[in-house]
């Protein structure tokens, strides 16, 4: 029977049963999901949140939560059918996972991918440091892999790393750079695509596409004009999409759209909204200023007047 007093705190739902240890630590780059009464705002202290942002950068990609955690012996969680999926990766010592009747032994330098369907436990023999994130139970992210769960070797450690600890860095700042923090976000969720997703044969030629479309002057493009390119039809282009970047290719190329409207918005010294429209791809104004309404809740005329103030 475990002694209370060994635990910061304990906890039993319907879908997990965890105890942390006294000195267990945990650096949230969101809203942490551990007792509010333990959360400071501190990163220094033991159990760290930041303060919210006026934007949900990493929801807004379907991560739920993610953190940097450093744990000491005694630490175990037990999951079951939970209403996320879970991604670690191990930077220093080891737990043992339990999963499927298998006991194994999460190194330095390994991945952990398990789906909301499975049910598994992790507990440290010594210590285990990591980072994690939650992912959203939805089409979004669920079309990555249809494993319920994945142990291997982490292909893009070093990759996630850079971005995982800068967001981290970055959100705790009284001053903070919204610009960075989407910057960071977006990496994060490419290198976790590419982690789980384990075939990286399509990534390259959509990335270069991807790229010129940044670039590179942006009139009308259609989904199946760039499928082409691809050798693939209209559905199993967008299937790829959804795959490797959460969304369909309409909605990237509205995103490169809008990042761009917004730096040349920002950029310019006598902003001149008509041609910023047509360097973006739009017909008119009008055009824009809806499409720009739309996905930043704010038409160009009031977010100009907010950069003024």
Same mark, same amino acid.
């Given at each position: 029977m475990r002694k209370k007093n060994k635990y910061l705190w304990d906890r039993k739902t319907g879908t997990s +049963? =965890?105890?942390? &240890? @006294?000195?267990?630590?945990?650096? #949230?780059l969101i809203k942490p999901t551990v007792p509010i009464e333990y959360v400071s705002n501190n990163p220094s202290d033991q159990i760290t949140a930041p303060h919210p942002l006026p934007i949900k950068i990493l929801r807004e990609r379907g991560i739920q939560h993610a953190a940097i955690s450093e744990h000491d012996a005694g630490f175990y969680t037990q999951r079951a059918n939970e209403d996320f999926n879970y991604i670690? !990766?191990?930077?220093?010592? #080891?737990v043992i996972l339990k999963i499927d009747g298998k006991k194994i032994r999460l190194k330095e330098g390994m991945m952990f991918y398990a789906s909301s369907k499975s049910e598994y436990s992790l507990e440290i023999p010594k210590y285990w440091n990591m980072f994690f994130f939650h992912t959203e139970k939805s089409p979004r992210w669920n079309l990555l892999t249809k494993d319920v769960y994945i142990v291997k070797q982490a292909e893009f450690l070093e990759? /996630?790393? !850079? &971005?995982?600890?800068?967001? !981290?860095?970055?959100?705790?700042k009284e001053k903070r750079s919204l610009r960075l923090l989407e910057i960071y976000a977006d990496m994060i969720e490419i290198f976790l695509r590419r982690e789980i997703s384990g075939n990286h044969s399509d990534w390259y030629n959509? $990335?270069?596409i991807l790229h010129d479309l940044q670039t590179s002057s942006i @009139?009308? *493009?259609?989904?199946? =004009?760039?499928? =082409? =390119? /691809?050798?693939?039809?209209?559905?199993? !282009? $967008?299937? +790829?999409c959804l795959k490797n970047y959460g969304v369909k290719f309409a909605k990237i190329v509205e995103k490169i759209k809008m990042q761009r409207a917004k730096n040349? /918005? +920002?950029?310019a010294q006598i902003p001149n909204i008509s041609k910023i429209a047509k360097d973006c791809g739009y017909a008119n104004v009008h055009s824009f200023s809806r499409a720009f309404s739309r996905y930043f809740q *704010?038409? &160009?005329s009031e977010f100009l007047k907010k950069i003024d103030k």
């Open positions: +049963l =965890q105890f942390w &240890p @006294q000195k267990s630590t945990e650096r #949230s670690s !990766f191990t930077t220093g010592g #080891s990759e /996630l790393k !850079f &971005p995982t600890y800068n967001f !981290f860095n970055e959100v705790y959509l $990335d270069n @009139q009308t *493009i259609h989904t199946k =004009q760039i499928a =082409q =390119q /691809l050798g693939m039809n209209t559905y199993k !282009f $967008d299937k +790829l040349k /918005l +920002l950029s *704010i038409t &160009p």
